[in-house]
């Protein structure tokens, strides 16, 4: 346990309590301040932000230029803000924690902490945090269970259970390690182990708060209501897949209460999460985050982004302004019971990647996966798949849900693609023990021609 880190995390949430209760004005005044300071720093410190905001270095942040993952990680090197620090060797260090073990929560030469992505949404990325800065990516997960009511202290220790992934380069597995200590006792569980190990584990270590994938709380609920899984979280808290209202009302039932959807990314950490009324609301203190269409320009509230726009405020070893996410959300009003006045969230709808491209009468239609969803949520028992072939769509179910059948599947779908405007499309469905799983253990409910990219 680093003790000045756990420091950093309790201090920052005792901070952060006293902004809960900005209003918007004070909200807008701290992320002017925080921006200019962090472009200060990128300016001063990066050879990649210099060049990629020549001539712009004083104009307002909507006329920078997007960057994406791909421009980070060809110019790394020049992109951080530290001499000498070399993509190359975190790389080396990372594949080295991979394939011969070791502490995630130990930092590389006693002062970074880094996590990669898996690539599914394009190239692989890799990331780096000092110490400051991991303490606020820590203490930003934390604020998850602030917002949400749930308390922890010297009396009374928050057992944590976390069912994901336990790739040590995933930033779930290095948060989990870095945070392990008496206040926060924390169980990491292998999202691909078999069920029965998973329920046993749960049954002896009784968490307080459960996280996990959606794709794997959901069958963790029917363990629940069958009577195998005896425990009784304060919270549950679904991170880093898709919440279905379907698969939130499951939980619900298995659990009494509805559970918190969580919405965090390796490169970002948190980015918003609920109140006790459920209400997600955005860490606007932390990061300043810009729906947009698909050529870059801002979309109205209540409009879906094609995908995200995102400036870390605390970046300075890796600055993200204006870094791009193909995550599509809608954002609404500041209007709460509970009183914030952070902006709220008001979905989540997935990512580019979730939407397939089908052939139509008059050309290509593009498919969202509430279509699937309106049809499959109720049918599968513990999760289900989409998975686009040349031949075709593959449909896979983790059970049948009573009452459901393959063929009544088959032809359900077959009519919601019809209805969407989709040409006759081969549909194949599969009963499975278990769900096709990216490497770093998420079962995205829907795979384009290209699979997990």
Not at 252 to 263: I, K, L, Q, R
Not at 354 to 360: E, I, M, P, S, T
Not at 394 to 402: C, I, K, N, S, T
């Amino acid at each position: 346990m680093d003790l000045r880190l756990i420091s950093r995390v309790l201090f920052l949430r005792a901070a952060w309590r006293r902004r809960d209760h900005w209003d918007a004005a004070r909200i807008t005044a701290h992320q002017d301040r925080a921006l200019q300071e962090l472009r200060r720093a990128a300016y001063a410190g990066s050879e990649f932000y210099r060049r990629h905001h020549a001539g712009l270095h004083d104009a307002p942040l909507h006329q920078l230029p997007i960057v994406t993952k791909a421009d980070l990680m060809d110019h790394f090197d020049e992109a951080v803000t530290t001499p000498d620090f070399r993509l190359a060797d975190l790389e080396s260090h990372l594949r080295s924690l991979t394939e011969h073990g070791g502490d995630p929560g130990m930092p590389w030469k006693g002062r970074w902490w880094a996590a990669a992505t898996a690539g599914t949404t394009g190239r692989r990325g890799t990331f780096v945090w000092n110490r400051s800065e991991w303490g606020t990516v820590l203490a930003s997960y934390a604020r998850a269970n602030d917002w949400a009511g749930i308390s922890a202290g010297p009396t009374r220790p928050l057992k944590m259970a976390l069912v994901s992934s336990r790739v040590p380069t995933h930033q779930s597995a290095v948060v989990g390690a870095s945070l392990r200590s008496k206040l926060i006792p924390t169980l990491r569980l292998d999202v691909t182990a078999p069920m029965d190990e998973t329920v046993a584990a749960l049954n002896r270590f009784r968490p307080r708060v459960l996280v996990g994938y959606a794709s794997a709380l959901k069958p963790l609920a029917a363990e629940q209501r069958a009577g195998r899984l005896h425990i009784s979280p304060q919270g549950v808290m679904s991170a880093s897949e898709v919440l279905s209202p379907h698969t939130a009302a499951e939980l619900e039932a298995a659990w009494g209460s509805a559970p918190f959807d969580v919405y965090a990314a390796t490169e970002t950490a948190g980015i918003a999460s609920p109140c006790t009324y459920r209400n997600r609301h955005v860490y606007e203190d932390l990061l300043i985050i810009e729906p947009v269409d698909q050529d870059g320009n801002p979309v109205s509230q209540g409009t879906t982004g094609a995908k995200l726009l995102v400036t870390v405020l605390f970046s300075r070893t890796l600055p993200l302004i204006r870094y791009e996410m193909s995550d599509t959300v809608r954002l609404g009003g500041r209007d709460c019971p509970c009183g914030r006045s952070f902006t709220l969230m008001e979905d989540i709808e997935g990512r580019i990647e979730d939407v397939l491209h089908l052939a139509g009468q008059a050309g290509s239609v593009d498919v969202h996966p509430i279509v699937f969803h309106h049809v499959l949520d109720q049918a599968a028992l513990a999760g289900w798949q989409v998975i686009q072939e040349p031949s075709g769509l593959r449909v896979l179910l983790a059970g049948l849900a009573p009452g459901a059948s393959i063929q009544g599947v088959r032809t359900a779908v077959g009519d919601a693609l019809t209805a969407a405007g989709v040409v006759p499309t081969g549909v194949d469905v599969h009963l499975v023990e278990h769900l096709e799983r990216t490497a770093l253990g998420k079962a995205p409910f829907v795979r384009g021609l290209k699979g997990p990219r």
